[in-house]
């Protein structure tokens, strides 16, 4: 397993919790039967898992651990949402028996595994045949903003060689395609979806987030751990953020590659 590069610090929830289907699976959408049971790799803060709950007929969750796995429980009690059912799982071996779903998410998951071929391979294993296997990544090199900020770019190196070292890969978005097909699927269709961040309140909302996830996260600690970063330099780069996000004419743009292949 790789070491997960973001941690959950409250700088990083905030994030996370702002996931839905709309932003973040909506290519998905169209394959969400009524009758679909659902396999949501990595679930996280289960945003999302939650609102493929209230459209297929069950969904089974998984994260690295218990206390992770509490964040989507915890969604789920929320919503009062009883066609759910969790499990500790690793992506690399899943405890699943074959065909056992219709469909198989990973949502920013394969950015952050050891093997990303060996995670599709084990999803594609039990997806049941002719199954969906649907996958979204963010591509960190394929970011763009503007004001152009020097502490942004020194961010994204960092972000960079944090992520390697942990094992991941960030520019996951462009290499789904080539993964799937290193996987074993033939029928592959890759598509693209953004995130774009252009006024005061979007701007605020990201820009602050980061301000803070590159002070506080896990993040944080493992650049000055392994002397990628200083806290001065950490600093700088909170501070760049704030920058960005008080520029009136402050814009930003997140690529994400996506698949939907089939089993």
Same mark, same amino acid.
């Given at each position: 397993?790789?070491? $997960?590069?973001? /941690?959950?610090?409250?700088? !990083?929830?905030?994030?996370?919790?702002?996931?839905?289907?709309?932003?973040?699976?909506?290519?998905?959408?169209?394959?969400?039967?009524?009758?679909?049971?659902?396999?949501?790799?990595?679930?996280?803060? /289960?945003?999302?898992?939650?609102?493929?709950?209230?459209?297929?007929?069950? !969904?089974?969750?998984?994260?690295?651990?218990?206390?992770?796995?509490? =964040?989507?429980?915890?969604?789920?009690?929320?919503? /009062?949402?009883?066609? =759910?059912?969790?499990?500790?799982?690793? !992506?690399?071996?899943?405890?699943?028996?074959?065909?056992?779903?219709? &469909?198989?998410?990973?949502?920013?998951?394969?950015?952050?595994?050891? %093997?990303? *071929?060996?995670?599709?391979?084990?999803?594609?294993?039990?997806?049941?045949?002719?199954? &969906? !296997?649907?996958?979204?990544?963010?591509? $960190?090199?394929?970011?763009?903003?503007?004001?152009?900020?020097?502490?942004?770019?020194?961010?994204?190196? =960092?972000?960079? %060689?944090?992520?390697?070292?942990?094992?991941?890969?960030?520019?996951?978005?462009?290499?789904?395609?080539?993964?799937?097909?290193?996987?074993?699927?033939?029928?592959?269709?890759?598509?693209?979806?953004? +995130?774009?961040?252009?006024?005061?309140? %979007?701007?605020? +909302?990201?820009?602050?987030? +980061?301000?803070?996830?590159?002070?506080?996260?896990?993040?944080?600690?493992?650049?000055?751990?392994?002397?990628?970063?200083?806290?001065?330099?950490?600093?700088?780069?909170?501070? /760049?953020?704030?920058?960005?996000?008080?520029?009136?004419?402050? +814009? $930003?743009? *997140?690529?994400?590659?996506?698949? &939907?292949?089939?089993?």
């Amino acid at each position: 397993m790789a070491t $997960y590069t973001h /941690g959950h610090h409250e700088s !990083v929830l905030r994030s996370h919790n702002n996931r839905t289907i709309a932003n973040s699976a909506e290519y998905l959408r169209p394959h969400l039967a009524p009758d679909a049971a659902l396999l949501d790799v990595g679930a996280g803060p /289960g945003t999302i898992t939650v609102e493929f709950a209230e459209r297929v007929a069950h !969904v089974t969750a998984t994260e690295i651990g218990e206390p992770e796995l509490a =964040l989507s429980r915890s969604a789920a009690a929320e919503r /009062g949402l009883t066609n =759910l059912e969790f499990a500790v799982a690793d !992506v690399h071996a899943l405890s699943f028996a074959d065909d056992s779903f219709d &469909i198989v998410h990973a949502h920013q998951v394969l950015q952050h595994v050891a %093997d990303p *071929v060996q995670a599709l391979r084990e999803m594609r294993r039990v997806a049941k045949p002719g199954g &969906i !296997v649907a996958a979204r990544d963010a591509d $960190y090199a394929g970011f763009l903003w503007f004001p152009l900020i020097d502490e942004l770019d020194q961010w994204l190196r =960092l972000y960079q %060689d944090a992520a390697r070292a942990n094992g991941g890969e960030p520019d996951a978005g462009r290499r789904l395609l080539s993964w799937a097909k290193a996987a074993g699927f033939e029928d592959v269709t890759a598509t693209a979806s953004t +995130w774009c961040y252009a006024n005061a309140e %979007d701007r605020a +909302w990201w820009g602050g987030m +980061w301000a803070d996830r590159i002070l506080e996260s896990a993040l944080a600690r493992q650049a000055v751990d392994s002397g990628l970063a200083t806290r001065a330099d950490l600093e700088r780069m909170s501070a /760049g953020w704030r920058q960005w996000a008080d520029a009136e004419d402050g +814009w $930003y743009l *997140v690529p994400h590659g996506e698949i &939907i292949a089939r089993a």
